[in-house]
């Protein structure tokens, strides 16, 4: 089955270690997007791309980087992460051609510092 | 700015019970809507969409929505719900043109007690 596949499920790590978090896709989409979800909240924009144009959102802070070495493959780095960076971190896809097509998502990193 | 608000954040029904989630949205233009189901330890999924036409959409396993454009609302109903849609439920906004963005409202956990 075509899918959005994220590795790890659950990733611990230590104040200020730096972390990546992987998501790759089957779907053959032009964007990808990844997000911030904290316990309650909406699932929070942190950047997207279309093909390999990157597109970061304004309050996205400057610790969180990303990579779409492929249309398939997608990172997202945390150099330093603190401990408000503990969070669920979801990756989705989408096609460019109608917006009218929704999002599919992986089932999330949940992402825990000490 | 454009946001997405759903005002039931937490929803305890009885099975049989039937079902209504508000979903508010806030942008001037066309816009594509969606729901998205997240049931425990699952990834997002589609519930149901609407681009355009009929205004009440029907989704999967009994869900439908109603969109009415006067009120900027897209509200998620079931008549009877069961054991099994206790979940978290996600309201989407996708502007039609000029972006890939989708806006998520902040959700709706429902509890469905046997």
């Known amino acids: 089955d075509a899918m959005v596949i994220q590795n790890p499920r659950y990733q611990v790590t230590q104040f200020g270690k730096p972390v990546t978090l992987s998501c790759s896709q089957t779907l053959n989409h032009n964007v990808m997007y990844w997000y911030q979800q904290k316990s309650s909240q909406a699932p929070k924009l942190l950047f997207h791309y279309y093909d390999k144009d990157f597109n970061n959102e304004a309050d996205t802070p400057d610790n969180f980087q990303s990579r779409r070495p492929n249309t398939s493959f997608c990172f997202l780095d945390i150099r330093s992460p603190g401990l408000g960076d503990a969070a669920m971190y979801l990756c989705?896809?989408?096609?460019?051609?109608?917006?009218?097509?929704?999002?599919?998502f992986g089932p999330g990193t949940r992402l825990t510092v000490l | 700015a454009q946001s997405v608000s759903q005002h039931n954040h937490h929803v305890i029904l009885s099975e049989a019970a039937s079902l209504e989630l508000g979903c508010n949205y806030s942008y001037g233009g066309t816009v594509n809507l969606f729901w998205y189901v997240q049931y425990p330890g699952q990834h997002l999924q589609l519930l149901l969409k609407y681009f355009s036409g009929d205004p009440l959409v029907k989704g999967i396993k009994g869900f439908e929505a109603e969109f009415i454009k006067s009120k900027f609302s897209f509200n998620l109903r079931k008549p009877s719900v069961q054991w099994s849609d206790t979940a978290e439920y996600f309201c989407a906004v996708r502007p039609s043109t000029g972006t890939y963005k989708y806006i998520f409202g902040t959700g709706t956990r429902l509890k469905v007690l046997a």
């Open positions: 989705a896809t989408s096609t460019r051609q109608s917006s009218y097509n929704e999002q599919f």
